[in-house]
């Protein structure tokens, strides 16, 4: 048989599969994929069933539905003053990653090169490949995850055509501060770079940190692609509704490649993250003391193991230093977690292209029952 396409040869099995099956194999607590142990809300249960009941079950329009499309563009203008105009500026995906493949492809041509930081959030990379784009890392440094804005610099070529940019940061739970979005703002200014604002956690913050869309600063609307997605706000990942807001150029370019990759996302599950969405004033507080409130209890849980590290704002990852108590890469010692204290996480090496850092770290997601959460850290006591 003829071998399989050039395109695919460096690809490797997403290293979430591959620790969660590990984690079922060993009977581990899963703290490794990010998603949550729990249901989302009743309530937005009970409006998808309603639509379905009220027959909205046949294609949707490609862009997604206008209901969907409204309620992102008014959420936009409400919570940022960020104004995308529904019928031009919206458009409807399968989850995030279908946004960042279809921008992604939309965007880039071979040999174009891509700025990417990491630790970085793998389908960059894929996507990247996929185009025939080059991506190119630029480290964020521990402990707080910060760009050294000389190495942003001189990543910069004559060929970087994109820069990829995650706020509220997975896996690090960092949030972008206002001056380092603005030096990112100034290279893509500078350069006349499209930046992929990656999104998703928009609204898990801590502590009062606020989330500043990279496109609501000053010249970057334009040259902006704004992407969030339904999953981690409602605790449904497995709905697959996200976004991809961009100028209408860009969206025409973008809606072109979604066309024939997918067509069209479930139909009542946007009608539903539509009302979702409309709810949200009503909906977050809630859900954001809900995330506060586990972040603290398993922070403590770490603290109480001997973790030492910076408690995150964003997200529900933490990343923590494992070098406080192992000289063991973070491969070997998720491995050891796995094995014999049965709590599974996610070794970050995976997310880096350039760096080591990442060897240093091992990734835990809390997006977990307090029970689960408790499980864990009891695991790991004999550490
Ligand atoms: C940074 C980041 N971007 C995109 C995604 C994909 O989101 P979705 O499930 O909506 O495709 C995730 C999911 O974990 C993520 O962490």
Redesign the pocket.
């Known amino acids: 048989m003829k071998d399989t396409a050039l395109r695919i040869g460096g690809f490797k099995d997403s290293i979430f599969g591959v620790i969660s099956g590990l984690a079922r194999e060993h009977s581990a607590v899963n703290l490794g994929q990010?998603?949550p142990d729990f249901d989302g809300p009743e309530w937005l249960k009970d409006v998808a069933y309603k639509k379905m009941q009220e027959g909205h079950n046949q294609y949707a329009p490609f862009a997604g539905t206008i209901h969907l499309r409204e309620e992102v563009s008014n959420y936009y203008n409400k919570f940022y003053q960020l104004n995308y105009k529904a019928d031009s500026q919206v458009t409807v995906t399968?989850?995030?990653?279908?946004?960042?493949y279809v921008a992604v492809m939309a965007l880039i041509n071979p040999g174009d090169e891509v700025i990417i930081f990491e630790p970085f959030?793998d389908?960059y990379l894929t996507s990247i490949t996929m185009a025939g784009g080059i991506p190119v890392p630029v480290t964020l440094h521990a402990p707080d995850f910060t760009i050294d804005r000389q190495e942003l610099a001189k990543a910069v070529s004559s060929k970087t055509k994109m820069l990829i940019i995650?706020n509220p940061?997975?896996p690090t739970g960092k949030v972008w501060s206002r001056e380092e979005l603005l030096e990112i703002a100034a290279v893509a200014q500078k350069h006349d770079l499209y930046v992929l604002s990656?999104e998703?956690?928009e609204f898990l913050l801590f502590d009062g940190a606020k989330h500043i869309p990279l496109a609501t600063l000053d010249g970057m609307f334009e040259r902006t692609i704004t992407?969030s997605?339904?999953?981690?706000t409602f605790g449904m990942?497995g709905w697959?509704?996200?976004w991809l807001c961009a100028n209408k150029k860009v969206t025409n370019a973008c809606r072109l490649v979604h066309q024939f990759l997918t067509f069209a996302v479930a139909t009542p599950l946007q009608e539903a993250v539509a009302e979702g969405l409309a709810r949200l004033p009503e909906y977050l507080p809630g859900f954001v003391k809900q995330y506060q409130g586990k972040r603290n209890l398993f922070y403590q849980e770490l603290k109480n193991l001997g973790f030492n590290f910076p408690i995150p704002r964003g997200?529900f990852f933490m990343m923590v230093p494992i070098s406080q108590k192992t000289q063991m890469k973070d491969v070997d010692y998720a491995m050891k977690l796995i094995k014999e204290f049965k709590v599974a996480t996610v070794p970050p090496s995976a997310f880096y292209l350039k760096s080591t850092e990442g060897e240093k770290y091992l990734r835990f997601c809390f997006a977990k029952k307090d029970e689960t959460l408790k499980q864990a850290a009891l695991n790991l006591k004999g550490l």
């Open positions: 990010g998603f399968v989850g995030a990653t279908e946004a960042i959030y389908s995650n940061h997975n990656d998703p956690y992407i997605s339904a999953a981690k990942t697959k509704i996200g997200t």
